[in-house]
């Protein structure tokens, strides 16, 4: 039994990592399948933080609404965020057992993915530095 507890754990945290560090930092490339690729992975991590970090539906639409701005080469958006959207919905179930299981595992690394997810969220919308 502590086996597949352990087992469980893991996978789950692999998971969490995996989720995390699709990190696609914002840069000035124009190019459209970079852009997609953006938008599909915010729209993941948007779901998660709405579902455990306590997210408004409004500062979601707001951020998905700065992030359209921002990524204007990005076509289709709305369709690409709705794929990433929904592509968090294995993880949000994964994170949603855990809490049933192991509530103060689940405790831990909701803080930490929350905290991570903000900066990243952040920094997804700032211009980049020229070199």
């Keep these: 039994m502590k086996n597949i507890k352990y087992h469980y754990g893991r996978r789950v945290a692999m998971a969490s990592v ?4 699709t990190a696609l930092p914002i840069s000035g490339m124009a190019s459209e399948d970079a852009a997609t690729a953006k938008v ?3 729209g ?3 779901h998660f933080a709405q579902a455990f970090c306590q997210v408004s539906p409004e500062r979601i639409g707001a951020y998905k609404q700065q992030l359209r701005n921002r990524l204007p080469e990005a ?4 369709r690409h965020w709705q794929v990433g959207w929904h592509r ?3 993880d949000n179930a994964r994170m949603s057992a855990l809490r049933d299981h192991d509530p103060s ?13 903000k900066w990243l969220a952040g920094n997804s919308l700032r211009t980049p530095a020229r070199k």
């Design 88 to 90: 968090a919905n294995k």
């Design 44 to 46: 993941e991590r948007a």
């Design 105 to 117: 595992e689940f405790e831990a690394r909701i803080k930490v993915n929350c905290e991570r997810l």
């Design 18 to 21: 995996l989720l995390l560090s």
């Design 40 to 42: 599909e992975t915010a």
């Design 75 to 78: 076509s289709d958006f709305d």
